[in-house]
């Protein structure tokens, strides 16, 4: 009892000296305060250019000191394969982040930045990091509660770098195997991805039961935001072609693509990413009855809506044809935070503009800081903004690789097995001597682990980082079966 009663004072000490940190004793540092009143607090007092600040989320590359408090800006990511160093370890991702996140407090009202990072299977870009199988396999498991402890082990190496967002998990419905991204993908059958959305509860935490429809979650410093990508239809373009239409009916689009958010949101996922492909001949981003109507309205989603890369470029053809046609589409379509890397400074003062002129009305800025707030504070930013060193050693954690080869033994499909009359290849008998790996992928982790493994694409060669190839996993069963028959 005596510990417990230290650990409650030292908490409120530590509010109290968030509450006392600023130059004034604003109500929105004080956490004993509800989130409405803190979240309408610190709305109030921000001006026009802090607000489209929070809106605009820029790559690690731009977010220099100066660049953080001079835009006020409000997230920073590591586009695919972006790092601090190569090889950085966890320490040297803290160092950055940390610098980045003091700049962000050193501003007038101390708005924390949030860092986002696509952790899509397994911490997938940092070095040492635990890969786990990616979508496609992990449906193979037909494993909810697996997938949940991935999620969770993902949370913590996610949190040893310093980092509170991942963007995942992707809850495509992939219906036509041509698609490049198909392996993104739980499944084709909607019921199954819907299953799989339990790594949300890995990720940010289990929502406690009565907490309302819609609201978002994540549970402490051990668990980061999650991100429900790509909305919607993303799956099922017409001949599988990427970022194209998806046609279908109303009951198609609700009772296939649509059906993984109902899961998604209901578990308390944070925010929401927009996909670049249509609905109908209606570009997602753009798509306001989707997005504002259904996803905020309908199913009423309080965490932010993100766009893709660049994702509002992509609302013309060619992309960035008419870039104030494509702030005003995707603003007033219900996005709230837009992923501009490079061009940052065109779209923040392209959306001043409009919204001076009234062309993007304050009401709809207001909505949008609003729900980034929201996450903000659910995720504890205004209170503890920066990384836990603590935490270091999660990345590439003994527990977290065996958790990976159980999901790799869990996920293993056998396509052919003989036809009839014939001798089936498996089970393998008990004297076989050696078995045979070949191929261009028999020795190469790179190929093996495919996309969104160091860089966004992948790379081929065993020194990407470190890991094991299933040519050397042969070997391994091999021992195991010699090692057995001497026994």
Known sequence: M???????IMLAVLCYSSVKGGAENYTYKDCNQPLKV?????????TLAEKIGQMTQIERNNASAEVLKDYFIGSVLSEGGSIPAPQASAATWISMITKMQQAAMSTRLGIPFIYGIDAVHGHNTVFKATIFPHNIGLGATRDPALVRKIGAATALEIRATGIPYTFAPTVAVCRDPRWGRCYESYSEDPKLVQQMTEIINGLQGTIP?????????V????????CAKHYVGDGGTTDGINENNTVTDHHGLLSIHMSPYYHAIIKGVATVMVSYSSINGVKMHANRHLVTGFLKNTLRFRGFVISDYKGIDRITSPPHANYTYSIIAGINAG????????????FINGLTDLVEKNVVPMSRIDDAVRRILRVKFTMGLFDNPYPDPSLVDELG????????REAVRKSLVLLKNGKAGQNPVLPLPKKTKSILVTGSHAHNLGYQCGGWTITWQ????????????????????????DTHRRK
């Open 397 to 404: 954690k003994q527990e977290h690789r065996e958790l990976a």
């Open 458 to 481: 992948g790379l081929g060669g065993n020194n990407l980082t470190v890991a094991i190839s299933s040519s050397i996993i042969a070997r391994l069963i091999k021992v195991t079966a």
């Open 2 to 8: 005596g510990t417990f009663r230290s650990l409650i």
């Open 335 to 346: 996005i709230d935070m837009v992923m501009v890397p490079y061009d940052f400074r065109e």
């Open 38 to 46: 803190r979240i309408n607090d610190l709305l109030s007092r921000m």
């Open 219 to 226: 549970a402490g410093p051990r668990s980061v935001a999650a």
């Open 209 to 217: 039961a009565n907490s309302r429809k819609g609201v978002p979650f």
